[in-house]
DNA sequence: GTTATTAATGCAAACGTTTGTGCAATTTTA
DNA sequence: TAAAATTGCACAAACGTTTGCATTAATAAC
């Protein structure tokens, strides 16, 4: 089986490329083809079942109808969560995506950027890893819209869209305060990330107006399981045990668990928790845990969406969106007295 | 920043584009250019931060260094776990991957093969999820190599990598009678899947074995949530109320476990479970999910090696590919004396 | 019966590569 | 010193599209 092009179906049809492909794109009216031509061409273009080279199209028209996601690991349920929602709003509209991460490395990032800018796609939607915003700040000023989600940078005009992860701080930290727990540690993220940083605020600044200062204890390095294993080791073994622990993603929490079976001891009734994102599978674990929820539809939603107006020519409206967090309440934490 | 081409350089200079294309690729040797030549050509490369189109080169070469992935679901940890594999495996061997997933719709299986097609990848990795695998067939045939996994077809000459699921099936029958078990129910995921009939035959194979044909119970449409939870709630409420569960997928267990939990009824005590499909996360579940885990690494692994050797010419191999699968022994299942 | 108008289509360049072939200039051979 | 061989590079076609402009034939205008 050849593979068709216009050429082929000029051929057969006996008009002319230009004829063909006009008839084919819908503008058969535009440029007054006859009616007789279009039936013509339509039925044979149907019959021989032909598909246009997307890539000849995109060298000519420089457009791939491609977008590139730039994610930090596709294995994290959060970023797979996040990913799904955006393949398929840009679908929707009809782009395809190519999905790649950066395993959180500077390095990879940049690869992986060329990779894109190589293929044309016509924008990138991040989650991007580093503290140095220029080199996607370059990208999106002379070559292609870059839209951030999840992280993002303060003092930088790139635009993103996020949760209003300070919020969420102060709301895990305001409901532990509420059941009378005032020993909350907080086993937080890649320390420089926004999310963490942002997180870590709201904590704070939620203790420190209940004039806890002195209570206030933050530690860990990334958002790796190991890092909520190892963190929580220390928590249970020092003298300053808390009674109850915030940890600023799933996967934190997953490590914490672990260290908390190990130390025998028993989540709420022992040590309270709360965790950041929402999975499913936080309602079976046991006991089902409370956390704050990141609003992962609207984000990528919304990702997509002011994409598309950059691509449509709004460019470099520096959008900036935090969306706010919903608490989830299920049985990890205990009412203190 | 107006995009660098090899006809910026080429002005740049002094040399025409051939000299500059074969320089870049490495072919200056073979073609005797000088080394004053690539030298200067390679600096002006570098410092003008070239970087080659794929479109073009696609267009000319006719191949992309791209290949497909179709999986039916990336929101399911099961597969987004084998994309992740299947992605950086595709990396390490040169190639980008674009991820789609076919929502286990034919229909949608069929647009998006097509929308690969266009792209020109030059092969599919794909979890198939219709009953005829012509369609497949035909492209792989006359066009492209296609790799299944996970989902395949007995009677086509599709390779295909997998697990030994009807082994899978037998571990977790042999593994609730070893324990006392024989009221065991089975329930299924898309009966028609391989995956399904295989994990089916195993557990009916085994419970025959045993003489406790009449024993046998199979139910169950699909690999969803909600499948899980109504079958269970039908199980739960039937005169023949089973003491053991066998749930196919990481899904369908999160569906039969809510329907466990609103019984109050306790997993192990008052009902075994063992379920298909690893996933960390069970080892946090109340209690620990004993479970027959696929080996996805390696499934992902050997499609894009068998996708590869196609790729570099022994095409039409064929191969069939069935790995074992493991039990994962946790604290799921009771013993029954 | 010319000339202007319109309808229907074709020509050819361009997008950025790769690659077979050609062709001077230089060096080697005898 | 003429012929042969080698060195170092350029030309141009091709991949499959899109699109501004040109062209032809038919119809309308006068």
């Known amino acids: 089986m050849k593979k068709e092009s216009l050429v082929s179906i000029s051929k057969r049809t006996g008009y002319s490329i230009s004829t063909i492909s006009r008839v084919l794109n819908g503008q058969a009216e535009k440029y007054r083809i006859s009616k007789k031509a279009v039936e013509l061409i339509s039925a044979e273009a149907k019959r021989c079942n032909y598909t246009p080279s997307l890539l000849a199209k995109g060298l000519r028209t420089r457009k ?10 596709i294995d994290n349920p ?3 969560n996040i990913s799904n929602i955006v ?3 840009a679908k929707e509209h009809g782009y395809t995506v190519i999905l790649a991460d950066s395993l959180e490395n500077e390095h990879d990032e940049r690869d992986v950027v060329r990779s894109l800018l190589s293929r044309q796609v016509d924008g990138i939607i991040a989650v991007p890893c580093g503290q140095d915003p220029s080199f996607l700040e370059e990208i999106n000023k002379n070559s292609i819209p870059i839209v951030l989600i999840d992280r993002y940078y303060q003092n930088s005009g790139l635009p993103f869209v996020s949760t209003n992860n300070y919020q969420g701080g102060r709301m895990a930290t ?9 020993k909350i540690a907080c086993i937080c993220g890649t320390p420089y990330s926004m999310p963490s940083k942002e997180r870590v605020r709201g ?21 790796s399981i190991m890092n909520g294993y190892l963190e929580t080791k220390l928590l249970l073994n020092s003298k300053k045990k808390p009674t109850a622990i915030f940890t600023l993603s799933n996967t934190i929490l997953l490590g914490a668990m ?13 040590i309270s928790v709360i965790s950041f994102d929402n999975n499913t599978y936080l309602d079976y674990l046991n006991p089902p845990i409370t956390r704050i929820s990141q609003p992962t539809d609207e984000i990528g939603t919304l990702a997509v969406k002011i994409m598309l ?29």
Chains 1, 2 share one sequence.
């Open 174 to 182: 305001e409901y532990f305060l509420a059941r009378g727990h005032y």
């Open 309 to 337: 107006q950059s691509l449509e020519g709004n460019r470099d409206m520096g959008t900036r969106i935090l969306l706010p967090p919903e608490l989830i309440e299920r049985d990890s934490v205990s009412r203190i007295f």
């Open 87 to 89: 393949i398929h709003q």
């Open 78 to 80: 959060y970023f797979s």
């Open 258 to 270: 672990k260290a908390i079976n190990e130390s025998g001891l028993k989540i709420k009734d022992d």
């Open 64 to 73: 791939t109808n491609t977008l590139g996601l730039i994610i930090l690991n």
């Open 203 to 223: 904590y704070s600044d939620v203790m420190k107006e209940a004039g806890l200062e002195s209570e206030i204890f933050i530690s860990g390095e990334d958002f």
